[in-house]
């Protein structure tokens, strides 16, 4: 599914988003009278007329309702009445900490231009007047913590010996690890991976400034042979390369956190936590450790105060035009998705005790680096983390990113901007299914197709799958659906069926490739909005259905 989406975004020769439709007489009508409503509210709160500012915030709740079933998207204006937060004492108080905006000394500074709705690449016209779309693939990168065993080239692409004297094999277990562990950087490493995601958004963000337009990308986060994370993505359009690597090299995320130079305590020998004054305090004098707005108050007095960490990209910065009617299309697509199915930790083959101690001293920094201000692991640094209550357990916080299994990559490692194809991943689920079943002939009751529920599996229950025996031209009754408890007595037990579902699914396939050989000339049927042909439906099939066509 994310290679359809890739694919039917890549090269999208119009706007996969138009943009709202314009407001009808109805919305325009009601919005008017939301505003006539917030002017005689003004007036009566001037005048203290209680009553009526009473009776017109139940009038505004009313039009609100009104403004929102017409169809349109956000809020006229915000709400009267005040909600209840659980925010911290800085945030009742209303009290937000600015930044300056200044960029670095270090950074170099980047072209700004007023960004372009457009999502579409520029168009070439060759020699013979055709018109040529290509877009892009680009892959970005962290920078080196210290030299580790790989594969050199020359400029002109002759191999050269490691910074270890030797020539590495393409399977050599040694690439990726340090050639000195005792020198590596393993905690620059960790909050590195732990702020990824916000160095990635702060370049797409520089990237469409620079160049002026919506520029739209999809790929995926997974991790080097290093086991630090990169990103590979598809992007619409051209964009020079040279523009690419300065964006790069000017892209940083400064994180303003409190110092944690080296931490004051242990998880064998933590502070504790205080029942009678709710606080934790230092295990030896019973004193209060500071909290997360008071540690954020003296880092805002120091006039000399620096980020604690910044995060930037390596200079390593590869870059590829792809032409829509290029082989390299495919082959780029699963390039980038190839360990979409692996957890991070397992994309590469880890078997040696060098790579076992690499992943481990990762790991060790990652279990004990804060991932948030409401990490636990803010109480090794003797700070209270915001919201601290007495379950917390520093070294042992329940973030993704802390886990061995994800190398501190913790978020999504499927990126894909809002209008890249026009769908969610979800609608291509859909429209996938609705592909095999208008190949195998099962009509599908569209008129009943947003029924709510789930079949326990992930799967819309009003959507049965091909073959199933629900799947019926009858229109089907409203139910409600729910998850089976583990003591139902109508579940069977996991392994059965799991067995069922095998041999469901390949009853399905052979179902389909027959319709395939069947249809074998005449390519999908006709009329289905949906994925375009077998191979983008099931990549691994591409071979087999066009050798019959």
């Known amino acids: 599914l994310r290679q359809v989406q890739i694919r039917e975004g890549w090269h999208r020769a119009d706007e996969p988003n138009p943009g709202p439709n314009p407001a009808t007489d109805e919305q325009r009508a009601l919005v008017e009278l939301r505003a006539h409503f917030e002017y005689e509210r003004a007036r009566a709160l001037a005048n203290g007329e209680w009553h009526q500012v009473a009776d017109l915030d139940e009038g505004i709740a009313e039009v609100d309702g009104y403004i929102t079933a017409s169809g349109m998207r956000g809020q006229v204006a915000p709400s009267h009445t005040p909600e209840s937060s659980d925010d911290d004492s800085d945030d009742r108080a209303g009290k937000r900490r600015v930044r300056s905006t200044r960029r670095r000394q270090d950074a170099p500074d980047l072209p700004r231009q007023r960004v372009s709705p457009r999502t579409i690449g520029r168009v070439y016209v060759g020699q013979d007047g055709r018109e040529h779309r290509p877009s892009m693939w680009l892959t970005l990168t962290l920078d080196t913590y210290g030299p580790v065993h790989g594969q050199r080239r020359s400029g002109n692409g002759k191999p050269m010996p490691c910074t270890c004297k030797r020539m590495h094999p393409d399977h050599d277990p040694l690439l990726g690890c340090p050639i000195d562990p005792d020198t590596y950087d393993y905690r620059r490493a960790a909050w590195d991976a732990v702020h990824f995601p916000r160095l990635l958004d702060r370049f797409w963000q520089n990237l469409r400034r620079a160049v002026g337009w919506n520029v739209q990308y999809a790929g995926c986060v997974e991790p080097q042979k290093r086991l630090a994370p990169h990103a590979h993505f598809a992007i619409r359009g051209t964009i020079p390369r040279s523009l690419l690597e300065q964006v790069a090299a000017a892209t940083y995320h400064q994180v303003w956190w409190p110092a944690v130079d080296q931490p004051r305590y242990t998880p064998e020998h933590p502070p504790i936590w205080d029942e009678a004054a709710s606080t934790w305090v230092d295990p030896d004098t019973r004193q209060p450790l500071p909290t997360w707005a008071e540690a954020l108050d003296a880092l805002d007095a120091d006039e000399n105060a620096e980020p604690v960490h910044v995060v930037r990209f390596g200079p390593q910065v590869k870059a590829k035009g792809v032409s829509p009617d290029s082989k390299d299309v495919d082959r780029t697509i699963g390039y980038i998705t190839k360990y979409v199915t692996k957890a991070a930790a397992d994309c590469h083959e880890i078997s040696t005790q060098p790579q076992r101690d690499h992943l481990t001293r990762l790991w060790e920094q990652l279990r004990l680096t804060p991932c948030s201000d409401r990490c636990a692991n803010w109480l090794l640094y003797g700070i209270q983390p915001s919201k601290a209550h007495g379950k917390l357990r520093p070294g042992h916080c329940k973030g993704r990113v802390h886990q061995q299994a994800t190398l501190g990559i913790g978020g999504r490692r499927i990126l894909v901007s809002r209008d890249w194809?026009?769908?969610?991943?979800?609608?291509?689920?859909?429209?996938?299914?609705?592909?095999?079943?208008?190949?195998?002939?099962?009509?599908?009751?569209?008129?009943?197709?947003?029924?709510?529920?789930?079949?326990?599996?992930?799967?819309?229950?009003?959507?049965?799958?091909?073959?199933?025996?629900?799947?019926?031209?009858?229109p089907t009754?409203?139910?409600?659906?729910?998850?089976?408890?583990?003591?139902?007595?109508?579940?069977?037990?996991?392994?059965?069926?799991?067995?069922?579902?095998?041999?469901?699914?390949?009853?399905?396939?052979?179902?389909?490739?027959?319709?395939?050989?069947?249809?074998?000339?005449?390519?999908?049927?006709?009329?289905?909005?949906?994925?375009?042909?077998?191979?983008?439906?099931?990549p691994c099939r591409a071979k087999e259905a066009t050798s019959h066509g």
């Open 477 to 538: 009754q409203a139910v409600a659906w729910e998850f089976a408890r583990h003591d139902d007595p109508d579940l069977a037990p996991l392994g059965h069926r799991l067995l069922r579902a095998v041999s469901q699914r390949i009853q399905w396939r052979a179902q389909r490739t027959a319709a395939l050989r069947q249809l074998a000339g005449t390519g999908p049927p006709v009329g289905v909005s949906a994925t375009p042909g077998p191979d983008a439906l099931d």
């Open 421 to 474: 194809s026009g769908k969610t991943l979800k609608d291509h689920k859909y429209d996938a299914k609705a592909w095999v079943r208008a190949l195998l002939g099962i009509s599908v009751d569209h008129e009943h197709a947003p029924l709510v529920g789930t079949n326990g599996n992930g799967d819309q229950g009003d959507n049965p799958e091909p073959g199933d025996s629900a799947a019926s031209p009858e």
